[in-house]
């Protein structure tokens, strides 16, 4: 038998948002100098996933630093502050590359959970007119 003052109240939702720019034929290391920011992920064509296969492209990614427990929203504001003094480069960059913003929100049956996205959140996305990703994963 259970003891419900042993049982605990899962925590919250966890979010998390990353910015992707992949393609077949990228200079990472130029992505990497004109934004000036060190990536969170980079790979190449060939390169080994967690499941042992080949990537078939190049990829070069951020993650947003911020707590997982922070809201989506903050997640999206802190990319788009981030990366939208280089907007121009990154305008030019999707001529050769396929760039991307992806979100995921996890989350317990037992949370009533849902995200809300304001204008400014998805702003970045918007001016740079890219695609946004939502993964809803429930645990």
Known sequence: MTDVSETTIPAGPECHAGFRVSGAHLDLD???Q???IKPTH??????????????????????????REEDLG???DW?????????????TLKNTADLSIVCNYLTSD??????????????????????????LLFI
């Open 30 to 32: 130029a992505i990497t």
């Open 79 to 91: 990319l788009g502050t981030t990366l939208s003094p280089q907007i121009s480069y990154l305008r």
């Open 42 to 67: 980079v790979h190449g064509p060939g390169d080994l996933n967690i499941l042992g296969e080949p990537y078939p492209d190049f990829m070069w990614s951020v993650d947003s630093p911020l707590r």
């Open 110 to 135: 037992t949370d009533q959970g849902g995200f809300t996205l304001t204008p400014r959140n998805l702003s970045f996305a918007l001016e740079l007119d890219i695609r946004v990703e939502f993964h």
């Open 34 to 36: 004109t934004l000036g």
């Open 74 to 76: 903050a997640h999206l």
